[in-house]
C-alpha cells in the first residue's frame, strides 16, 4: 500500500544551522508530494510541492526535489530561523488535485536562538 | 479568498456523550475532506465527499463516527458516543478543480 515515512524527532537546531528532514516514500504510480508546516496552535499549511520525477519545490527558503529513484523527497533549508519551529510532516498524494493525503507520522523541528 | 471554516475551535466532553463539528469549505470547492489527527501522528483520512455524495469512509468507525454534506456544502462530523480514543484535532479540507487541499485550523477535541 502507500506510506510515508519521515525521520523521528524533535530535531533541535541553532539558528543558521543547516536543516534536513527526511522523507520517503511508497506508493503505486507517480503521485504528487508534499511538505506541510503546523505551527503551534495553528493549522496544516502547504510549504511545498512536486508533482513528477526531478521536479524540485521550494518555498520560504525551503526545497525538496522528487527523487524517484530513491523514493524520497527530503526537505532541506541553508539557514534555519527561531520563527521556523513547528511541526513538519510529508505526504503524498496518488493523483490529480482530489483524494486522500498520505501523511508521515511528523517531525518536531525547535530552533534555538 | 476566504478559507475553510471550522466550528468549535476546542471542546470538551466526557465520555460517551455526542460532539458535532462544522465545516464550511472554500466557495466552488467540490471535494471535501475530514481528517484526525491524534497527537504526535500525521492525520488520517476519515471520509471523503464529492459535492454531497461519499466518496471514501473505509476509516470512518461507523459504529459512532457519522457525517454529512448538506447540499453539497457544508458539512457535519458527529461522534455518538465519545471514547477516549477519540481524542484528537479534526481538520475539514477543501480541494476544488485545479487548485489543490486546504486545511481549516481544525477543531480539538478532548474526551474525559
Known amino acids: 500500500g502507500n506510506s510515508v515515512t519521515q525521520m523521528e524527532g524533535p530535531v533541535t537546531l541553532s539558528e543558521e544551522a543547516f536543516l534536513t528532514i527526511n522523507c520517503t516514500y511508497t506508493?503505486?504510480?507517480?503521485?504528487?508530494l508534499f511538505w506541510y508546516v503546523q505551527y503551534p496552535g495553528e493549522g496544516l499549511q502547504l510549504l511545498l510541492k512536486a508533482t513528477k520525477a526531478d521536479d524540485k519545490g521550494s518555498n520560504k527558503g525551503f526545497e525538496a526535489t522528487y527523487r524517484k529513484e530513491t523514493t524520497s523527497f527530503h526537505l532541506e533549508k541553508g539557514s534555519v530561523q527561531v520563527s521556523d519551529s513547528a511541526v513538519y510532516f510529508c505526504?503524498?498524494?496518488?493523483?490529480?488535485?482530489?483524494?486522500?493525503?498520505?501523511f508521515g507520522q511528523g517531525t518536531t523541528l525547535q530552533v534555538k536562538p | 479568498e476566504a478559507g475553510v471554516a471550522q466550528s468549535p475551535r476546542y471542546k470538551i466532553i466526557e465520555k460517551r456523550q455526542s460532539v458535532a463539528f462544522w465545516c464550511n469549505p472554500i466557495?466552488?470547492?467540490?471535494?471535501l475532506y475530514w481528517y484526525q489527527q491524534i497527537l504526535g501522528q500525521g492525520p488520517k483520512l476519515l471520509i471523503q465527499?464529492?459535492?454531497?455524495?461519499?466518496?471514501?469512509d473505509s476509516q470512518l468507525p461507523k459504529d459512532r463516527f457519522s457525517a454529512e454534506r448538506l447540499k453539497g456544502v457544508d458539512s457535519t462530523l458527529k461522534i455518538q458516543p465519545a471514547k477516549l480514543e477519540d481524542s484528537a484535532v479534526y481538520l475539514c479540507?477543501?480541494?476544488?478543480?485545479?487548485?489543490?487541499?486546504?486545511f481549516g485550523s481544525g477543531t480539538r477535541l478532548t474526551v474525559v
Open positions: 465527499f464529492q459535492n454531497n455524495g461519499v466518496v471514501d
Open positions: 505526504a503524498l498524494l496518488r493523483s490529480g488535485n482530489t483524494g486522500k493525503l498520505i
Open positions: 466557495s466552488g470547492h467540490a471535494t
Open positions: 506508493a503505486t504510480g507517480y503521485p504528487s
Open positions: 479540507a477543501s480541494s476544488g478543480t485545479g487548485s489543490g487541499y486546504t
